[in-house]
């Protein structure tokens, strides 16, 4: 390497390390207000109402897939420069499918209530007004990307930090004013004009639609393997909501998917990763420091996610019973399933963002596909016989058996090495795990059990995790956590 690029490169690192410093303070204030709100949400809104909103999220997280286009990822992960009108022909194409699909949402509705076909109509509502939401998503994408390119959290975390306060806060105060489900459409219409307000206030220039498609084929193609891709990762999740929801109906949906929402707190931390990882494995020299650098990265999450799961096992049922009331105990049981999902998704999470940057989108395809077809050909017999559980257990299931297809592609042993790298996280999370809930089950109340477990499984974990763990795990969350935004620390890439 020579001595520009070394310069470039640290520059490149220690914007990732100050990205992620920003994105980590965002995740632990939206945290922190979320599980407050989501209290306030529980208590406020049935699990029917929360069934039919999340009903209508899976269709619209289906057709945003359509409206990206794959391009946002694409221009982000191409190493040479962008041209202004590549931006404005990005943006053009997206709000034209938005637009369009808002049209057909509009006229199918109108079909099936002319032909008298029997529908729920809230849930009918409830699509049509979030649906709004696809244009904005479209604007903002492309208005973003520039940003995320030079890793310039420092103007986007505020963004996103605004947007999430956003919806949270006023998603609890309409739920608390008896609104039901219809607290998501007011809190998804504040989000979006909060979030164009900040995004404005914080891009260096924006995109404005053109008149010229020039070029919009070739824009097109380079943007399907990552659309496609991000059709087959969802598409399970998809599939499992309409069978819920079709067979089971909007309360069990409702259960499950709280349930999954609970669990997965941790994973935005994980995404954060992903992230900033994206663009910074995409400027890596060589396939071997890529897949070094994942491996490290991977380890040091892992240690991280298996103090949630041990806290998560231990004070479920507690915590539940006394933070969201008795109507959310039967997901309980679901949502310990779904934490011990939590590892395997996070490797494919860090895999996948390895394998894009070096540019096999097409093994991210393939891997999505295949564990698409096997959550589906597994959930659904699992749905169909034992309840909403069939969900977790279909999809660690499904996970489990095409976790080798994540990491196609990153070189001989990369799994293993990133498997034993992690082993011994299993070590203080079990112990974690039946101390605490041993404790917590000695406790008088639910109040007073989901404290002990808790006390009990984190100073378990700590003690544990310190006393063995390798030294390249702590070396490795000291490079990546201890930077904060303009502090003086050295500024090499992530190890």
Same mark, same amino acid.
């Given at each position: ?26 995740? &632990? ?21 929360? #069934? ?17 286009? #794959? ?36 006229? &199918? ?71 039901? =489900? ?12 909060? #979030? ?96 070094? &650098? ?90 169909l016989t034992w309840g909403h559980m069939g969900a977790p257990v279909g999809y660690f299931i499904a996970v489990l058996v095409t976790l080798p297809l994540s990491f196609a592609g990153l070189g001989p042993g990369s ?6 790298? =992690? ?69 090499? #890439?992530?190890?």
């Amino acid at each position: 390497m020579t001595a520009p690029q070394e310069v470039a490169a640290r520059e490149l690192g220690g914007r990732a390390r100050r990205g992620i410093g920003l994105l980590l303070t965002r995740h &632990a204030v939206t945290q922190a207000t979320s599980l407050v709100t989501g209290i306030v949400v529980a208590r406020s809104v049935l699990p029917e109402e929360l #069934g039919r909103y999340f009903a209508a999220s899976a269709v619209l997280g289906a057709l945003s897939v359509l409206v990206d286009l #794959g391009i946002a990822a694409r221009l982000v992960q191409r190493s040479e420069g962008l041209e202004a009108r590549e931006l404005r022909l990005a943006l053009t194409l997206q709000l034209v499918v938005a637009i369009a699909l808002l049209g057909g949402i509009l006229f &199918a509705v109108r079909g099936v209530e002319a032909a008298g076909v029997a529908h729920d109509a809230e849930l009918v509502g409830l699509l049509l007004l979030l649906a709004l939401d696809l244009v904005y998503q479209a604007w903002r994408s492309v208005q973003a990307i520039e940003l995320e390119r030079q890793l310039r959290y420092e103007r986007l975390a505020p963004v996103e930090l605004c947007e999430q306060l956003t919806f949270a806060i006023t998603c609890a105060a309409f739920a608390f004013a008896g609104w039901g =489900a219809w607290s998501f459409v007011w809190a998804t219409w504040l989000r979006g004009a909060a #979030g164009a307000m900040t995004l404005c206030g914080a891009s260096t220039s924006l995109a404005w639609p053109t008149w010229s498609l020039a070029g919009a084929p070739a824009i097109l193609r380079a943007g399907r393997p990552f659309q496609v891709a991000s059709f087959f990762q969802g598409l399970a999740g998809w599939t499992s909501t309409a069978v819920v929801a079709a067979a089971l109906g909007p309360a069990e949906l409702g259960l499950v998917n709280w349930a999954a929402g609970q669990a997965r707190r941790p994973l935005p931390l994980v995404g954060i990763f992903a992230r900033v990882a994206f663009p910074y494995f995409s400027r890596l020299e060589s396939p071997e420091a890529v897949t070094a &650098a994942m491996t490290r990265l991977a380890s040091a999450v892992l240690a991280g996610l298996g103090l949630w799961i041990a806290v998560l096992v231990a004070a479920g049922e507690p915590a539940v019973r006394f933070l969201f009331t008795e109507r959310w105990t039967p997901a309980v049981p679901a949502m310990i399933a779904y934490a011990a999902t939590l590892g395997l998704d996070a490797l494919i999470w860090l895999a996948a963002a390895a394998q894009n940057a070096r540019g096999l989108v097409y093994l991210a395809t393939r891997r999505a596909a295949a564990r698409t077809a096997a959550t589906i050909g597994i959930t659904v017999p699992l749905l169909l016989t034992w309840g909403h559980m069939g969900a977790p257990v279909g999809y660690f299931i499904a996970v489990l058996v095409t976790l080798p297809l994540s990491f196609a592609g990153l070189g001989p042993g990369s799994l293993a090495r990133t498997l034993s790298s =992690a082993a011994w996280v299993a070590a203080p999370t079990t112990l974690a795990a039946l101390l605490g809930a041993w404790a917590g089950s000695s406790a008088l109340g639910p109040a007073e059990g989901a404290l002990a477990a808790v006390g009990v499984a984190a100073a378990t974990y700590a003690l544990v995790a310190w006393a063995i763990c390798p030294r390249e795990v702590r070396e490795a969350a000291d490079l990546l956590l201890r930077r904060a935004p303009g502090s003086s620390a050295p500024t090499e #890439g992530p190890s």
